[in-house]
């Protein structure tokens, strides 16, 4: 049975309604237009940002990937210990888990010199076997439902290794392959179409959340290149700078906004349970 988000199961004595599970349990937002919004826009900061602290800043890859990991341990471990979802807190390890996905891949190329191909499909294999163990371990791979530290540690390392999956897969069709900024967001941007109509005709709507979610990576990589690159590297010119000073405007104000609206936010009652 389907229950209306607003269907009161249960009252207190006092008459008050009780907590609901999707408020006081889910750690993570519902999926609606201002997730995906934001999480491009928490990409392109991701492929920005990593540039402009490696290169503008002059930190180096190294002591940026230093700085960004400990930032992103901090963050994830406020995450873990929060006993609800916290817009601000959520998507501030979004952004830093995006530009610590960008730098593990730039490491393994940069420093290890590694091909971009192998490296691809090491961490989709990564990818694909982090969910089998998640799938066998919980039973679902839902985002819907993580409720516990363990569902939210397969969550957070999924979003890891899509990140560092989608900066691979995309700079091996922008600059591995030669297709360009451009093209490459013409490419991923109609493949996440693709995704989303296959996703109401039978693919599966927990399949579908995580295939457009690797998709936005490179999808959102690409659109910070194009305009952040040089003219004569195929993109607008604007720089890493106020490229990501702009979009991490967008990503506050959307996130603030969310924090005052609770529009990500879907009730379900305790003891509720949803089809």
């Not at 995906?36 to 990937?65: M, P, Q, R």
């Not at 363990?150 to 957070?156: D, G, I, N, T």
Request: aromatic letters at 10%; hydrophobic letters at 55%; zero cysteines.
């Amino acid at each position: 049975m389907t229950l209306s988000p607003r269907t009161p199961l249960l009252a207190t004595a006092a008459g008050h309604q009780p907590p609901t599970i999707r408020t006081m349990l889910n750690k993570v937002p519902e999926i609606t237009a201002f997730f995906w919004i934001i999480k491009v826009l928490a990409t392109t900061v991701g492929e920005t940002a990593a540039d402009y602290l490696n290169v503008t800043l002059g930190l180096g890859l190294n002591g940026t990937s230093l700085i960004m990991t400990a930032l992103l341990a901090v963050v994830l471990v406020l995450q873990f210990r929060s006993h609800r979802y916290v817009p601000r807190l959520y998507w501030t390890a979004v952004v830093l888990i995006s530009v610590v996905g960008t730098l593990l891949t730039d490491n393994l190329v940069d420093n290890l010199g590694l091909a971009l191909w192998p490296i691809t499909l090491v961490f989709a294999v990564a990818l694909g076997a982090t969910f089998a163990v998640w799938y066998r371990v919980e039973g679902t791979l839902s985002m819907h439902s993580i409720v516990t530290r363990r569902r939210e540690s397969f969550y957070w390392l999924a979003i890891l290794l899509t990140f560092a999956l989608g900066t691979a897969a995309g700079d091996l069709l922008a600059e591995g392959l030669g297709l360009g900024y451009g093209w490459s967001v013409l490419v991923f941007a109609a493949a996440i179409g693709v995704v989303a109509v296959a996703g109401r005709v039978g693919l599966g709507a927990v399949t579908a959340f995580w295939a457009a979610y690797v998709l936005t990576r490179p999808l959102g990589a690409s659109i910070g290149d194009l305009l952040s690159q040089d003219r004569s590297a195929g993109g607008l010119g604007l720089g890493t700078t106020v490229t990501s000073l702009l979009f991490l405007a967008t990503i506050g104000v959307v996130v603030t906004y969310l924090t005052r609206t609770r529009a990500d936010v879907t009730e379900v009652r305790l003891g509720a349970e949803t089809a």
